[in-house]
């Protein structure tokens, strides 16, 4: 499974981007786990995620409220809508998606850079 996002830029405080992440490959047996960002200097940190069952979304405490997860599996299409931005929320956007063979294989993609602007 190979994971591209796209969609990062440079925005201003309080404006919107909307990110998005398209899977390829073996996506017979994949489904995407949610978003991930790492700041500069810090740990890549959960932003919003699918519930284990697909039925249900979270969201890290800094971005609830602001940022809304979708994904479309027909399309193999993930995205992240994301309004309200801080510069806090500047960093390198990731998408997460697990392959279930005889173990499950986690994949990533390269990155989106996010930067707000104050």
């Known amino acids: 499974v190979h994971l591209v996002e796209s969609g990062g830029g440079l925005v201003q405080a309080g404006g919107s981007l909307r990110l998005s992440c398209s899977a390829s490959?073996?996506?017979?047996?994949?489904?995407?786990v949610g978003w991930y960002r790492q700041a500069p200097g810090k740990q890549r940190e959960l932003v919003a995620v699918?519930?284990?069952?697909?039925?249900?979304?979270e969201y890290s405490d800094s971005v609830k409220g602001r940022f809304t997860i979708s994904r479309d599996k027909d399309k193999n299409t993930m995205d992240l809508q994301m309004n309200s931005l801080k510069p806090e929320d500047t960093a390198v956007y990731y998408c997460?998606?697990?392959?279930?063979?005889?173990?499950?294989?986690?994949?990533w993609g390269q990155g989106t850079q996010v930067t707000v602007s104050s």
């Open positions: 699918f519930s284990s069952g697909g039925e249900s979304t």
């Open positions: 490959g073996s996506t017979a047996r994949f489904s995407f």
């Open positions: 997460n998606a697990e392959e279930y063979r005889l173990a499950v294989i986690d994949h």
